[in-house]
C-alpha cells in the first residue's frame, strides 16, 4: 500500500563539496533501487566515482537504472560547460571525458539499465498507461525538430527512501571534493592547483541538489518512471516510500513536484513561478543562470509597481562566466527596467553559479533544474522538473547561507551600471528587443 501521511525533510546541499560525499553515501547505502534522470555524465574522475558505485550495486543486485543524453554529451561540451578544455589541463586524466561510450558499456556490463534521452520523438513507445499514452501523443504532435528538444531534469531516488532534485550534472566542475574559493578566479585557482601539483585543477562551478526524504521520494520516482517508460525503458514498480527514521535536514510542510515536458500543455513551472512572484508581499530571492522570459520579467516588475516596498533580489552570472553571450545580452536587456522599478541586481564573480533556487516571503522555495528563459519555460520545449515547498525554516537558511553569501562576492548593478556613460552602460542600453527575438528562434 502506497505511504500517504505526507511528512518530509529537506537539505539544501550546495556546492560540489558538500554535495557530493552524501551522494555518494546515499547511493553506496543503496539495497533495492537507483534511479536517476541526468541531462549531463561526463566520463571524467568524478563520473567515474559516481559510476563505480552504481556498477558495484548492479553487481550487488540492485535495480539500477540512468537516464542520460548521451548525444548533447558526446558532442563535446555543448552547453559551455568547458569540460573538455578543462580536463586536458588535468595532467592525471588522459582520455576525452565527453565520449562515454566506454563508460555505458562499463555500466550495461555490471547490470545498470541505461536509456539514452535523445529520442526520436515520432517513435515513443506506447506504455498501456492511458495517461502516459495521451501524453505521449501529445508530445509526437507537438515536437517538430527532436534536436531542439532534451531532457534537462537532474533527479536521484534511492530505495524509495533518499531522492535528489536540482541542477548539478554528474561531472568534475560540478561535483568535487575539495572547495573552491570565491574570491578566486576560478581558472586562475585550476592553474595553480595543477602548477603546485594538487588534485582537482578543475574550474568549479557554484551548483547544488536538494535532498529529500519522505513521500516526496515517490513522487520524483515517478516523475523518473514516466520517462523511462516514454524512452522506452522496460516497466518496473515502483517502491513504497520509507518513513524517515534520522532524516537529515528540516522537516518541511507541504511539497510539490511540478514539471514540464514538450507538449502543448501550459508550462507549470512557468506559471507556478509566476503565480507565487504576483503572491510574494514581503520578498523575493532568484538566483538562475539564464533569467529572461518575458513571463517571469514582466511578474517582477509588476509585483514591485504594486507592492512597492517589496525586496526582490536577483543573482546571476557574471558576463565572464557565462559562456553563451546571447542568453546573456538578454539577460542584461532587463536590467535599466529592474533598476528604474527599484529591483536589486547582482552578477555573482569568479566561478559560474549554474544555481536555480528561489524563495518567496521567507515562506515558499522552488529548487529544480529549470532556467528561466525559452528553453525551460515554453509550453513545448524542454523536460524539467522543479519542487516547490513550503517551509520557513528551509527559505531562512537558503536567504543565510546563499542570498546573503552570494552578495558578497558579486557585483550589485547600479543605475550607472545602465545609465551612464560608459560603453557598458551604453551596450547595456543598446540592446533592444531583437536579442530576446533571436533567443526564441535559434536557441538550442
Not at 195 to 218: M, N, T, Y
Not at 272 to 283: G, H, K, M, N
Request: glycine share 6%.
Amino acid at each position: 500500500m502506497r505511504y500517504s501521511l505526507r511528512v518530509n525533510f529537506v537539505e539544501n546541499l550546495v556546492d560540489g563539496n558538500r554535495l557530493l560525499p552524501v551522494l555518494l553515501q546515499d547511493l553506496d547505502s543503496a539495497t533495492r533501487s537507483i534511479h536517476i534522470a541526468i541531462f549531463l555524465f561526463f566520463d571524467d574522475p568524478i563520473g567515474e566515482e559516481i559510476s563505480s558505485v552504481l556498477e558495484a550495486k548492479a553487481r550487488s543486485g540492485v535495480a539500477v537504472r540512468v537516464l542520460l543524453n548521451v548525444e548533447k554529451t558526446d558532442m563535446g561540451d555543448p552547453f559551455g560547460t568547458g569540460e573538455k578544455e578543462m580536463m586536458k589541463e588535468d595532467p592525471s586524466f588522459a582520455r576525452d571525458p565527453t565520449d562515454v561510450s566506454k563508460m555505458r558499456q562499463r555500466l550495461s556490463n555490471a547490470g545498470v539499465k541505461v536509456v539514452d534521452t535523445e529520442i526520436d520523438y515520432d517513435e515513443i513507445a506506447e506504455t498501456g498507461e492511458p495517461e502516459l499514452d495521451t501524453l505521449a501523443r501529445e508530445i509526437k504532435r507537438t515536437v517538430k525538430v527532436d534536436a531542439l528538444h532534451v531532457d534537462h531534469r537532474k533527479i536521484v531516488t534511492i530505495d524509495g527512501r533518499v531522492a535528489y532534485c536540482g541542477s548539478a550534472n554528474f561531472g568534475a566542475q560540478y561535483l568535487y571534493h575539495l572547495p573552491f574559493d570565491p574570491a578566486k578566479n576560478a581558472r586562475d585557482e585550476a592553474t595553480a592547483a595543477r602548477e603546485a601539483g594538487q588534485p582537482e585543477p578543475w574550474w568549479k562551478w557554484h551548483d547544488g541538489l536538494a535532498r529529500f526524504e519522505g513521500s516526496i521520494v515517490c513522487d520524483l520516482d515517478g516523475v523518473f518512471r514516466e520517462r523511462w517508460l516514454l524512452g522506452g525503458g522496460e516497466d518496473f514498480r515502483s517502491l513504497d516510500a520509507v518513513i524517515p527514521v534520522a532524516p537529515r535536514g528540516v522537516r518541511v510542510g507541504s511539497v510539490r513536484v511540478i514539471k514540464n515536458e514538450p507538449s502543448s500543455r501550459t508550462n507549470e513551472i512557468r506559471e507556478t513561478f509566476r503565480d507565487r512572484i504576483l503572491a510574494t508581499e514581503r520578498s523575493i530571492f532568484i538566483e538562475n543562470p539564464f533569467l529572461y522570459h518575458p513571463v517571469i520579467v514582466d511578474a517582477l516588475l509588476a509585483a514591485k509597481r504594486d507592492r512597492p516596498l517589496l525586496q526582490v533580489t536577483l543573482i546571476v552570472p557574471a558576463g565572464g562566466w557565462n559562456q553563451n553571450k546571447l542568453t546573456f545580452d538578454a539577460q542584461q536587456h532587463y536590467y535599466a527596467a529592474y533598476i528604474d522599478a527599484g529591483l536589486e541586481v547582482f552578477e555573482y564573480q569568479n566561478h559560474f553559479s549554474h544555481l536555480k533556487l528561489a524563495t518567496f516571503d521567507m515562506r515558499w522555495v522552488i529548487v529544480g533544474s529549470a532556467n528561466l528563459n525559452f528553453r525551460s519555460l515554453e509550453d513545448d520545449k524542454d523536460f524539467e522538473a522543479c519542487v516547490l515547498i513550503e517551509s520557513e525554516e528551509l527559505a531562512r537558511g537558503i536567504d543565510r547561507e546563499v542570498r546573503a553569501e552570494d552578495i558578497r562576492w558579486s557585483k550589485r548593478i547600479a543605475p550607472q551600471d545602465v545609465r551612464g556613460a560608459s560603453w557598458s552602460a551604453l551596450r547595456v542600453r543598446s540592446r533592444g528587443l531583437r536579442t530576446l527575438m533571436l533567443i526564441a528562434a535559434r536557441e538550442l
